[in-house]
């Protein structure tokens, strides 16, 4: 328990039911004139059966329509998801059937296979010399 626990306790306010209960609710104004609200047993509640009793409205569901905007950016992203695979899909039949490209298993090509990079062949490793009868000068203490 620090200081500050200790102040924020000794000046806490009640809680908004609490405060209903010592001092009652304010007055309600609507466009500058008193709503009254005195209770709610004076306001009766009538429902409609044939409505409580039928199915859920689902003609969003049915005609296709987003209902709010996550489920348009689920549908969009989905789309280009669909979009890509189709383009990944041509461009590997473009490869094989028009370039006359082999098929590559698992989209990976391996470096050392079929000439390489499109025939380029790797650069080897440049050779280093190492010398050992260089002599260092060393500073000390």
Do not use: C
């Not at 010592?22 to 007055?27: A, K």
């Not at 987003?66 to 669909?82: C, F, S, Y």
């Not at 000439?115 to 050779?127: D, E, F, W």
């Amino acid at each position: 328990m620090g200081w500050r626990n200790i102040i924020e306790k000794m000046h806490m306010t009640s809680t908004l039911t609490k405060w209903y209960e010592e001092h009652g609710r304010h007055e309600i104004f609507a466009g500058g004139k008193k709503v009254g609200l005195d209770t709610a047993d004076k306001y009766d509640l009538v429902l409609n059966q044939a409505h409580v009793d039928s199915a859920a409205n689902d003609t969003f569901e049915k005609s296709g329509v987003a209902k709010n905007a996550r489920e348009e950016k689920i549908r969009a992203r989905d789309a280009k998801l669909k979009q890509d695979a189709e383009n990944a899909r041509m461009a590997k039949l473009y490869r094989k059937e028009i370039l006359q490209e082999p098929d590559m298993p698992g989209g990976f090509v391996a470096i050392g296979e079929i000439g390489g990079l499109g025939g380029i062949k790797p650069a080897s490793a440049p050779k280093v010399e190492v010398v050992s009868n260089i002599e260092e000068t060393i500073a000390g203490d």
